[in-house]
T-cell receptor
Framework: GAVVSQHPSRVICKSGTSVKIECRSL??????MFWYRQFPKQSLMLMAT?????????EQGVEKDKFLINHASLTLSTLTVTSAHPEDSSFYIC????????????FGDGTRLSIL | GQNIDQPTEMTATEGAIVQINCTYQ??????LFWYQQHAGEAPTFLSY??LDGLEEKGRFSSFLSRSKGYSYLLLKELQMKDSASYLC??????????WGAGTKLIIKP
């Protein structure tokens, strides 16, 4: 149980393109979803937290107009990187958790984004 | 400030036992998680401790001492596939997860 599907797994696109990444919880209802970014050999960096039906809470330094997050249902959240530039190239990972603070976050497989 | 400390890298031999330590200073405590992350992949959940003591799950065990702000992950009968980074994360008083930088474990034959 507790499967999280994330796609696409890899995106290569030109600078200025907007890229949408989907994150789905397949067998549980995700009351909260998280979006992380990870650069090579570095730790996870939380970008934002989203609760179903609410606006996402962004971490300091993360531009909400550049990284649009939608959490329209209990099983789906999307991250759109708008007008992506080479410095946005990174490994983006979503996670989801169900009710209860002791429940762990379950991660999707990540999306490797490369902006040319 | 909030801080999670774990060794950057450790090396162990196949078949042996290794202990990965994690110390933390956070504003409040609502549990500690261990995750495994293979290179280029997303983390996978290993264990959760909220009470003092040892939790055993097959070859992996996790220990917590809240008074000392300390946890360890114990891996027994090491296999080559255990080569990965191991992430310690603490949930603070606001139920926010504070992540450690991870310990890269290298297993040698």
């Amino acid at each position: 149980g507790a499967v999280v599907s994330q796609h696409p797994s890899r995106v290569i696109c030109k600078s200025g393109t907007s890229v949408k990444i989907e994150c789905r919880s397949l067998d549980f209802q995700a009351t909260t979803m998280f979006w992380y970014r990870q650069f090579p050999k570095q730790s996870l960096m939380l970008m934002a937290t989203s609760n179903e039906g609410s606006k996402a809470t962004y971490e300091q330094g993360v531009e909400k107009d550049k990284f649009l997050i939608n959490h329209a249902s209990l099983t789906l959240s999307t991250l759109t990187v708008t007008s992506a530039h080479p410095e946005d190239s990174s490994f983006y990972i979503c996670s989801a958790k169900g009710g209860g603070h002791s429940q762990p976050q379950h991660f999707g497989d990540g999306t490797r984004l490369s902006i040319l | 400030g909030q801080n999670i400390d774990q060794p950057t890298e450790m090396t162990a031999t196949e078949g042996a036992i290794v202990q990965i330590n994690c110390t933390y200073q956070t504003s409040g405590f609502n549990g500690l998680f261990w995750y495994q992350q293979h290179a280029g992949e997303a983390p996978t959940f290993l264990s959760y401790n909220v009470l003092d003591g040892l939790e055993e799950k097959g070859r992996f065990s996790s220990f917590l001492s809240r008074s000392k702000g300390y946890s360890y992950l114990l891996l027994k009968e090491l296999q080559m596939k255990d080569s990965a980074s191991y992430l310690c994360a603490v949930m603070d008083s606001n139920y926010q997860l504070i992540w450690g930088a991870g310990t890269k474990l290298i297993i040698k034959p």
